[in-house]
Structure formats: structure tokens, C-alpha cells
């Protein structure tokens, strides 16, 4: 089963840009969806975006218009661009497959 490690957290003042990284184990052309998930503390997990294999993307309704979820199929790797931070954009970002293990995440903290 293909692993994927998260980087590319760190900390970003209101209205920053991060971007994330999540490089896989193996080859990702074949999968079918990749997924961004995050949960901040005492919140439960939450699917923030999706990249289907045609190309497709989902994204959840607060960060429409500011997240981007892309994929390099020659680096194995997928990302998410996030631009316009609140600080209810602060959690920990996992990236995975569906019905794949979670990773260790990358932290995004997002205040003034």
C-alpha cells in the first residue's frame, strides 16, 4: 500500500499563503482520488479537498475559492495550496487515500 508523508506546515499570519506537500511512496497515476483532510484541536476530522484521476476537485465550502488541491504524477506528489488564511484555518492536514492509514499530518497555525 502506497504511504504518503505530509510537509509544508508551519506558521502564516491572517491573509498568508502555506502550501502543502504530500509525496507518496509509490506511484499515485492510478489512484483514483487523493484526499486533504484536517482537524483542529477538539474538532473532529473534516475532508477539505479531494483530486479525482481525471482531474476532478472537491472542496469544502469554507475554503472554496482559497485551497487548491493539485497532483504531480512525475513527483508522486500531491498539494494543496492555501492562500488567504484565517486562523480557523489553523489545524493538523493529513493527506491519504480512501480507506488508507493515516500519516502524521503537517500543523498549520495561522495567527496574528
Known amino acids: 500500500q502506497v504511504q504518503f508523508v505530509e510537509s509544508g506546515g508551519g506558521s502564516a499570519q491572517p491573509g498568508g499563503s502555506l502550501r502543502l506537500s504530500c509525496a507518496a511512496s509509490?506511484?499515485?497515476?492510478?489512484?483514483?482520488?487523493m484526499e486533504w483532510y484536517r482537524q483542529a484541536p477538539g474538532k473532529e476530522r473534516e475532508l477539505v479537498a479531494q483530486?479525482?484521476?481525471?482531474?476532478?476537485?472537491y472542496y469544502m465550502g469554507s475554503v472554496k475559492g482559497r485551497f487548491t488541491i493539485s497532483r504531480d504524477t512525475t513527483k508522486n506528489t500531491v498539494y494543496l495550496q492555501m492562500t488567504t488564511l484565517k486562523p480557523e484555518d489553523t489545524a493538523v492536514y493529513y493527506c491519504?487515500?480512501?480507506?488508507?492509514?493515516w500519516g502524521q499530518g503537517t500543523q498549520v497555525t495561522v495567527s496574528s
Open positions: 483530486i479525482f484521476i481525471g482531474g476532478d476537485t
Open positions: 509509490g506511484s499515485i497515476s492510478s489512484l483514483y482520488v
Open positions: 491519504k487515500v480512501p480507506m488508507g492509514n
